[in-house]
């Protein structure tokens, strides 16, 4: 711990000294002017090839030149950060001016351009908002903007997108992953990845693998069985490998089955290089994330960061004799082979702060924040009619007076302090907001305490909203965030603070900020509306607000369930040095134990309504490589224009093994006005319904009767229809 802090505190300073163990010169580290040696051979492979966005053939002959020139020495440099701190503003490793090789620079991460650049970045709404987006294109955009503001402060490896499946809501860094699911999960990934290299930046995926628990990170020992590992936790890794093309993966700092993610051959090299055919490199996650020197370089690991410590070690069991040169040149192709696919020898690192925090960047982390808000609850007014409308949205014209209350109402809560921390110029908090966008004749009213002026401030206004939820104290990274969270329930004094209001204002309205579920069930029918905000980023508040007064028609949906209480959920052990990790979590886990959540995966509440009618398949029967594609009619019976989120949800009641009682499959989404209905196409891959035979070491399309649903979340399944694989 204190050793992360000096390091925190000397990368946040910029121009602070970090030894340079770059050996490029020097004694050892120069050109060894007498030595011939000859490179094995290297054939450039089809995965080299798809690898590589330039001349592959070319690059594999260059880095064989290379392998031939550079020292023993200088390759072990190249296999390391330069420093245990940033120089520069980015994490540096990889470099070699004697043979000019310009190395990798490396920036977090999933909501932005990191703070540890000493640069203001826009700061995007969480991983997990964005997640609720349902919507991979406006991701994409979002993994290209991130790209181009990292590559603005002088860095060409962006540490993200964690792609780790949110096993439970107490995990620390929930808000940096995109939800539960593997299909939701492995999509978002996707499309982030690809808007981030279309920019010219390496993505690097993290963190592999089974990596959802912070307060024992270093040492935890995930136990998971092969099936589990295979369909629960790889399979957005893969996707990241085989469809995004990823440049880096970054190896995860806890244990699976028994070996640390940097030391496991398992993860590393049998399953990620040999089965999914990576071509990139893989670094370690920071400061104690490698645990051997030999071992991890054998495992597959080829970059230890921030700094050599475990792999200076390389050169001495490289002059012993336990480890070759061709081992070394291996992990050295595949570091060289990322800088020059990139073309990273061919461009200047420049410092161009007006692409950082642009016009076009803001404008798209609102739009982002007004596509991620959730609305959970909508009703009528305490005492109203029930024919009335619902308290939502409201109506500048009809109310003249808002308070606005509770612990997140006027801070500036853009997510974690950790590692994936952003500095944004200026937040616009929710208060903000809500008074920029409230016109002149609404008077918003900030009460802090509720003394006997505030009550009855709150008793006489039109509507009161209680912005509440998680703050970075409660929730974050390890050691150098909040960690994980003690609870999943809201704070108590909140909670106290709500029933207050809701004793003397008949239209309450509770926006909830946090990273993941926060319970609400003993809380949430004394309210008249219910929204989840995430952490909403830079233009947050104004995002809120805009779905508060209607002129955004929500239609974030939960990349997650919210349970009724804690209980409901696997136990999260965040003390024991070995936890076990089993098939089930999520909506998965509640569906098998047939237990309601508050509110299911994929829900959310719209302005309008969407109704659902005549699904039909393209065929009845499909071969086990084919597509199957869904058409449903989505109607709009609402009075206002919204986006529905079309989700296609998939039961094999004829598995030999027993499968979750549905798994998304697929998903689209639809814009549509008043009356107005679309047919909506999902195509649902068969062999995403395979599953894992641990005997027969592979997955397995079964040829069985299945069943496709479809509806607007995992538990509001409108229309249905089965199908066969043959
Ligand atoms: C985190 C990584 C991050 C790295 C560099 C580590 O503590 O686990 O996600 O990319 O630091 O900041």
Same mark, same amino acid.
């Given at each position: ?349 420049? %410092? ?131 960690? %994980? ?242």
């Amino acid at each position: 711990m204190r050793f992360w802090i000096g390091v925190l505190a000397c990368a946040l300073v910029i121009g602070c000294d970090g030894p340079s163990p770059a050996m490029d010169g020097g004694p050892d580290g120069g050109a060894d002017g007498g030595r011939v040696y000859e490179p094995e051979p290297f054939e450039p492979t089809a995965a080299t090839l798809a690898y590589c966005p330039r001349d592959g053939a070319a690059v594999e002959a260059r880095i064989t030149a290379l392998l031939a020139e550079l020292t023993p020495a200088e390759k072990i440099a190249l296999l390391s950060g330069s420093a245990s701190a940033v120089i520069d503003g980015v994490w540096e490793a990889s470099v070699n001016t004697r043979l000019g090789i310009p190395g990798l620079h490396m920036l977090d991460g999933p909501r932005g351009l990191s703070a540890f650049s000493g640069k203001r970045g826009t700061a995007f709404p969480v991983a997990s908002m964005r997640g609720a987006s349902w919507d991979p294109a406006l991701e994409r955009r979002v993994g290209a903007a991130m790209a181009r503001e990292l590559r603005s402060a002088g860095a060409d490896v962006l540490l993200a997108p964690t792609i780790n499946i949110l096993r439970h809501p107490r995990w620390g860094r929930a808000q940096e992953t995109y939800g539960e699911d593997v299909h939701h999960l492995g999509t978002m990934g996707v499309a982030f990845i690809e808007g981030v290299q279309s920019e010219g930046v390496l993505a690097s995926v993290k963190h592999y693998a089974a990596n959802s628990i912070e307060n024992t990170r270093h040492e935890v020992d995930v136990v998971i069985d092969e099936r589990t590992l295979r369909e629960i936790y790889l399979p957005h890794f893969r996707r990241a490998v085989e469809d995004a093309r990823v440049a880096s993966v970054m190896s995860a700092y806890n244990q699976v089955n028994g070996a640390y993610c940097d030391l496991s051959r398992h993860l590393l090299t049998d399953i990620l290089r040999d089965e999914w055919q990576f071509a990139g490199f893989v670094e370690s996650d920071w400061i104690w994330g490698t645990h051997g020197s030999v071992e991890s370089l054998r495992a597959g690991l080829d970059i230890e960061m921030p700094a050599a410590d475990q792999f200076r070690r390389l050169r001495r069991a490289l002059a012993e004799g336990d480890v070759t040169e061709a081992e070394i040149d291996s992990s050295v192709r595949r570091v060289l082979r990322a800088q020059f696919c990139y073309g990273l020898d061919e461009r200047e690192r420049e %410092d161009v702060p007006s692409v950082r925090e642009s016009t076009e960047h803001l404008a798209l982390a609102l739009e982002v924040a007004r596509r991620g808000v959730v609305l959970l609850e909508n009703r009528v007014a305490d005492g109203a009619p029930t024919d009335a409308p619902p308290v939502l949205p409201l109506d500048r014209a009809s109310i003249s007076r808002l308070v606005v209350l509770g612990r997140a109402a006027d801070v500036e809560n853009i997510g974690d302090e950790g590692s994936s921390r952003v500095s944004p110029t200026d937040v616009v908090t929710a208060l903000e907001g809500l008074r920029m966008r409230a016109g002149a004749e609404l008077t918003v009213t900030h009460v802090t305490t509720l003394d006997d002026e505030a009550r009855a401030a709150v008793a006489e206004a039109d509507a009161v909203i209680v912005v509440t939820g998680l703050l970075a104290a409660d929730e974050g990274e390890g050691d150098i965030g909040a960690g %994980d969270r003690s609870t999943l329930a809201l704070d108590p004094s909140e909670v106290a603070l709500i029933r207050e209001v809701t004793a003397v204002s008949p239209r309450v309205i509770v926006v909830l900020e946090g990273g993941a579920a926060i319970t609400v069930s003993d809380w949430a029918d004394e309210v008249e509306a219910l929204l989840f905000a995430f952490y909403p980023g830079q233009r947050g508040g104004l995002a809120i607000a805009d779905v508060l007064f209607g002129d955004v028609n929500p239609s974030g949906r939960l990349p997650f369930s919210v349970p009724n209480a804690e209980a409901d959920l696997p136990p999260f052990d965040n003390v024991s040095a070995t936890v076990i990790y089993d098939y089930w979590h999520g909506y998965r886990h509640l569906q098998r134990e047939g237990v309601a959540p508050r509110y299911p995966f994929g829900h959310g509440l719209s302005y309008a309504r969407f109704a659902y009618s005549g699904l039909s398949l393209s065929a009845s029967r499909i071969g086990p490589e084919d597509d199957l594609i869904v058409r449903v009619d989505v109607t709009n019976v609402g009075d206002v224009r919204g986006i529905e989120t079309v989700q296609a949800y998939v039961r094999a009641p004829g598995s030999r093994v027993e499968r979750a009682p549905r798994d998304l499959r697929a998903f689209a989404q639809v814009e549509l006005g008043p009356g107005e209905t679309q047919t909506v196409a999902l195509a649902i891959d068969a062999r995403d319904l395979a599953f894992y035979d641990v005997e027969a070491g592979a997955f397995v399309v079964e040829h069985t009767s299945y069943e496709v649903e479809v509806g607007a979340s995992a538990e509001d399944l409108r229309v249905s229809a089965p199908f066969a694989v043959e």
